[in-house]
């Protein structure tokens, strides 16, 4: 059975629609994030601001 890295990740926030280098990610509770701002659960409605999400929690 060969083995296989996944390197990206889509963003656990369930609104976004970005994808996140793991290596780049922010973890939170074993959970891939593109920013703080989802991983922080948008507790002040603020969006990831990458182009084309609109992800505000």
Do not use: F, I, N, Q
Not at 22 to 28: D, G, H, I, N, Q
């Amino acid at each position: 059975m060969a083995s296989v890295d996944v390197e990206m990740a889509k963003c656990a926030c369930e609104d976004c629609v970005c994808v996140v280098a793991l290596s780049k990610a922010v973890t939170r509770d074993g959970k891939a994030y593109c920013c703080d701002e989802c991983a922080d659960g948008h507790k002040d409605h603020a969006g990831c601001e990458h182009a084309g999400c609109t992800c505000h929690g």
